[in-house]
């Protein structure tokens, strides 16, 4: 049923029969008269007010000028990849030559909607079923390019193909949405792995540039602590040398050796005297129970360390003044004969 369906003639797109010769005759606008004489084309009556001669002319075909719409019948089609299809359309065309129309073809309609068909299936076959759904739009050109190579000498010219439905086998489309499910679902795989991406770009970014500050601000602070260290040095120096000159003024002035001396002495009989109280292990000297020479070496170690002092003094000091005793041997003498 569906074959004589597809194989049986289009719809006359005639309203009623052909007008009949009463000598005046009104055409319609958008309608082509075609007047045969004796049985032989004679002319094309134009819309408007027409003569014929009665019994001798006789109008034989009626075209339509306007443009027609015909519904192509579902087909059966198989793609590249073996893949049934049933699919139909619409197809739109005019008649641009009403005389090749009438005497070119027998039914022009019928002829167009065959074309389409059978090219459609063709053309259907050189794509696989995923290009039918995404090209559409280049079949349906290359169907009406096909369709119009063909039609030119029948006076017809397609205008456009739409594709209206295409019916996929229920396994097909059963497999097509599974493909649909897993592409959404890699898409979303993607997706989310692309955002684990971004926000691991973003967390070591982040740390970068936190590593970067803390670097910049321990730099800083290094550069105020060594800049604090160098000013507190230099403080202590100053205050350690303006110290020394006070010493030195101290020590210039009467009887600051003997003063100088007495202090070395006392610090050397503390330092002894603190000897067994930071560790189990003592060094102590041979004489450590003869006071005088303890005192009298610590004076000699002053005294050598002050001599170079003591020399340049002389050689500055007048001869009067080198004559006389030095203040150090006289407490010397004084303390040992105390301890005597």
């Given at each position: ?12 797109r ?14 319609p ?28 002319d ?29 699919i ?70 397609c ?10 086998p229920?396994?097909v ?70 110290a ?52 009298a ?11 170079p ?32």
């Open positions: 049923l569906k074959r004589a369906a597809r194989l049986a003639p289009a719809p006359c005639w309203n009623s029969g052909l007008p009949m010769n009463i000598g005046v005759l009104f055409v606008q958008q309608e082509a008269w075609v007047v045969e004489r004796m049985g032989k084309f004679h002319r094309i009556l134009e819309p408007g007010l027409n003569f014929l001669i009665p019994l001798l006789r109008i034989r075909y009626v075209q339509s000028l306007k443009e027609i719409v015909i519904n192509v019948p579902e087909q059966s089609a198989v793609t590249l990849d073996n893949v049934t299809l049933q139909d359309g619409v197809l739109y065309l005019r008649v641009m030559d009403p005389y090749k129309a009438s005497y070119g073809v027998e039914d022009p309609e019928y002829a167009v909607t065959q074309l389409a068909q059978t090219t459609m299936r063709s053309e259907l076959g050189k794509l696989s079923l995923d290009r039918v759904f995404r090209e559409r739009e280049s079949l349906n050109a290359s169907i009406v390019d096909a369709i119009n190579q063909a039609s030119d000498c029948w006076g017809i010219r205008l456009r193909y739409e594709i209206k439905d295409i019916h996929v229920p396994r489309k059963e497999s097509m949405q599974m493909q649909v499910e897993a592409e959404r679902r890699k898409r979303a795989t993607v997706l989310e792995s692309e955002g684990t991406r971004e926000s691991a770009i973003n967390v070591a970014e982040g740390q970068k540039q936190a590593q970067i500050l803390a670097s910049e601000a321990q730099k800083a602070e290094q550069i105020n602590k060594a800049a604090g260290e160098a000013n507190a040095m230099l403080v202590k120096a100053r205050a350690k040398a303006e020394i000159q006070l010493l030195a003024a101290a020590l210039a002035q009467q009887h600051g050796n003997a003063a100088a001396s007495l202090s070395v002495a006392e610090q050397y009989v503390n330092a002894f005297s603190k000897i067994a109280k930071d560790s189990n292990t003592v060094l102590l000297p041979a004489n450590t129970g003869d006071v005088t020479n303890m005192v070496q610590a004076l000699g170690i002053y005294t050598t360390l002050t001599k002092q003591a020399v340049k003094t002389q050689d500055e000091m007048p001869p009067a003044q080198e004559e006389s005793h030095s203040p150090a041997t006289e407490v010397l003498k004084a303390e040992q004969g105390s301890s005597s």
